[in-house]
């Protein structure tokens, strides 16, 4: 069954115009069809169309679930942008499939591309969120700069992932299961040293990601597998 998403649905019971079209005139969905639909706050709803208009399709909400496939951890990874913005695009749409709950765009020494627009990702986030049937949608914040970030993330398991010859583990040898992390994650120039010895001030452990030097959004998607992997125990 498709899922839907319709976060306030506690206020109306009514697919926005984008959703509508999508289920009354590519899926032809009609009056007393079922349909599934998610606040993205960890609630699934089966509910039951009632009126299929194309730009305001009403229903009826028949049953709810709460806590749809909570994860015992949370996962927030910063990241710096990439220059070709697809190759994020593609990362944010498969670390939203593998399973995350907050992306930060981070504006480092070495960073490529300084602006984003959230708004794309954001209906990236939705579209693959629906299509992995995910019941919590992952925030997208605005972009930080390095510092900024570092400081104001001080609990939790904290990693930065960088290409310096340093003493470090691998990052599934690091993660301890069940607890909440932040990951870091450099521009294609890596982080420069003085974000790396920032970070470890603050407490961020350095790991490895493994022995190819991958492009940031792979190196995004690993870390994002490495850390359900490890949590799936």
């Not at 109306?12 to 069809?33: A, I, K």
């Not at 951890?73 to 990241?79: D, E, N, V």
Request: proline share 5%.
């Amino acid at each position: 069954m498709y899922l839907f998403y319709v976060p306030d649905i506690d206020k109306r019971q009514e697919l926005n115009e984008e959703e509508s079209q999508h289920c009354v005139r590519v899926l032809r969905l009609s009056t007393g069809d079922n349909i599934l639909l998610t606040d993205g706050r960890g609630t699934t709803y089966e509910a039951r169309i009632v009126n299929p208009h194309p730009k305001h399709c009403s229903f009826e909400i028949v049953s709810r679930q709460e806590q749809v496939n909570k994860r015992p951890y949370r996962l927030h990874i910063g990241i710096a942008p990439t220059k070709n913005i697809e190759r994020l695009e593609w990362m944010i749409e498969k670390c939203v499939e593998i399973g995350i709950d907050e992306i930060t765009p981070l504006l480092c020494r070495f960073s490529e591309r300084k602006i984003i627009k959230p708004e794309r990702l954001e209906k990236i986030m939705v579209s693959a969120a629906k299509q992995s049937l995910k019941a919590y949608m992952p925030v997208l914040h605005d972009m930080c700069s390095f510092d900024e970030f570092v400081n104001s993330h001080n609990e939790g398991q904290r990693y930065i992932a960088h290409c310096y010859e340093q003493d470090k583990r691998l990052l599934q040898k690091e993660i301890k299961p069940h607890e909440d992390l932040v990951i870091l994650i450099g521009p294609e120039g890596d982080f420069s040293e003085q974000e790396v010895a920032t970070a470890l001030a603050a407490g961020y452990v350095p790991v490895s990601l493994g022995s190819s030097r991958l492009r940031t959004e792979t190196a995004g998607v690993v870390a994002c597998h490495t850390a359900a992997l490890i949590n799936e125990v």
